[in-house]
C-alpha cells in the first residue's frame, strides 16, 4: 500500500513539474527604466495611423494587440506598424467575453486571429492578451494549447472609457508607474482622441525622467 501511495505521489509531482502554473506577465522586476506601451482593440482606420506617426516622431516602439477582424479590414494600416517596426501581439479574432467560450471557442479565436495577423504582415506572434484580460481555466487551457505567452498590465489610464479625458489618463500613468511596467491604452475603441492627446505629453514627461520605451519582448529580455 505505501509503495502504491509513493507512486502516485511521485507521479502527482512529476506532472506539475512538466506542466508548471500557466500565469499572465502583467510586468517585470527590474532597476532598468523601461516601460513597454501597448495598444489594444486596432487597427482603427483613422486613430492607428494618428499613434504611429506620434510614436515615429519620438522615436517610440510600441506592442500592438490586434483583433483579427480589424486588421482583416486595414492590412495597410497592419503592414505600417510592420514596418514601423513595432511588436504585433495577439488580441483574439472578435472582443468576444470569453466567460462565455467554450476552450475549444477560445482556441478557435486566438487561432483564427493568428492567420489573419500571419497573412496581413507574415508574422506569427508569440504574445496574446485576452479581451478585458480574463483568465479561465477554460481561457489558460486554449492559450496553452495554442503555443502563445499571456501578456496582461500592471498600469491601466482606462483610456476606453468616455469619461476619461486626456489629463485624466496622463495623470493616472505618470501616478503609478514604476520600472518595469507594460501600460494598457486602446488604439480601438471610442475614446482614441483622448488617448492621442495624452500621449505626447506622457511621453515628453517620461522621457525627462529617465525612461525608455521598449517592446513587450524587449521588456523581457531586460528582466533576464
Not at 20 to 43: N, Q, W
Not at 73 to 78: D, E, G, L, S, W
Request: proline share 5%; aromatic share 8%; net charge neutral.
Amino acid at each position: 500500500m505505501l509503495s502504491v501511495l509513493l507512486l502516485c505521489a511521485f507521479a502527482v509531482s512529476a506532472k506539475l513539474a512538466i506542466e508548471p502554473v500557466y500565469e499572465p506577465i502583467h510586468r517585470i522586476d527590474t532597476k532598468k527604466k523601461v516601460v513597454a506601451l501597448t495598444f489594444d482593440d486596432g487597427p482603427d482606420a483613422k486613430y492607428t495611423p494618428l499613434i504611429l506617426e506620434l510614436l515615429h516622431r519620438n522615436k517610440v516602439p510600441a506592442t500592438f494587440f490586434v483583433l483579427g477582424s480589424q486588421a482583416e479590414k486595414y492590412p495597410k494600416v497592419m503592414d505600417w506598424i510592420k514596418k514601423a517596426g513595432h511588436e504585433i501581439g495577439n488580441h483574439g479574432y472578435y472582443h468576444y467575453d470569453l466567460h462565455k467560450l467554450t476552450e475549444q471557442e477560445i482556441y478557435d479565436e486566438i487561432k483564427r486571429a493568428e492567420k489573419s495577423i500571419l497573412k496581413t504582415t507574415g508574422i506569427l506572434p508569440q504574445y496574446y492578451r485576452p479581451p478585458g484580460g480574463v483568465m479561465t481555466p477554460d481561457v489558460m487551457s486554449a492559450v496553452q494549447s495554442s503555443g502563445y505567452d499571456i501578456i496582461h498590465w500592471s498600469v491601466d489610464p482606462r483610456d476606453w472609457s468616455l469619461k476619461r479625458s486626456a489629463s485624466v489618463i496622463t495623470n493616472s500613468v505618470k501616478e503609478n508607474l514604476t520600472s518595469g511596467d507594460i501600460v494598457l491604452f486602446h488604439d480601438g475603441g471610442q475614446n482614441q482622441r483622448q488617448t492621442l492627446s495624452a500621449l505626447q505629453g506622457l511621453i515628453t514627461d517620461l522621457k525627462k525622467k529617465g525612461y525608455k520605451f521598449v517592446t513587450v519582448s524587449q521588456l523581457l529580455d531586460a528582466a533576464s
